[in-house]
């Protein structure tokens, strides 16, 4: 299911940075491969630190609102393409603010469909699945240090 949240976001804001932004084309797969990172970067460090409520309401239809989930996607997404794009801080931020919240949106009607093509888009399961890949993680980095030490 990340790989298709991802894929998602990828395709959707590909087509937007060509069409609606200041983003060079030949950067806009790029800038949208950021999208769909800063936007699950966000949504697992809120499921990892308990923002379950914040997570659910933002997927469950909740609107993309200015919460700060929706803030914290916009400002990770503006660095990245100030970054990799040449823009300059003011128009990654019009780029990241025109388009965050319309992913947010797309993702959420994933979300909220009925459609048996959208079964897999289950809130109940994307926590489970970044909780335990965030398990997984810090369990490597246990690990990792104890078999490190001599």
């Excluded at 937007?16 to 936007?39: K, L």
């Amino acid at each position: 299911m990340l790989d298709q949240i991802v894929n998602l976001i990828k395709d959707q804001a590909q087509d937007h940075f060509i069409n609606n932004t200041e983003v060079p084309n030949e950067q806009a797969e790029q800038t949208a491969q950021a999208a769909g990172e800063s936007m699950m970067d966000i949504l697992n460090s809120g499921i990892a630190g308990g923002n379950l409520d914040a997570i659910k309401g933002l997927l469950g239809g909740g609107g993309a609102g200015n919460s700060n989930l929706v803030q914290d996607m916009i400002s990770q997404l503006s660095g990245k393409i100030s970054q990799n794009s040449g823009l300059n801080a003011e128009q990654a931020n019009q780029a990241a603010s025109g388009i965050m919240p319309q992913l947010i949106e797309k993702v959420a009607g994933k979300f909220a469909s009925q459609d048996d093509a959208d079964a897999d888009f289950n809130i109940e399961s994307l926590i489970s699945n970044v909780g335990q890949g965030a398990a997984i993680d810090k369990a490597k980095d246990l690990l990792g240090g104890f078999l490190n030490r001599k």
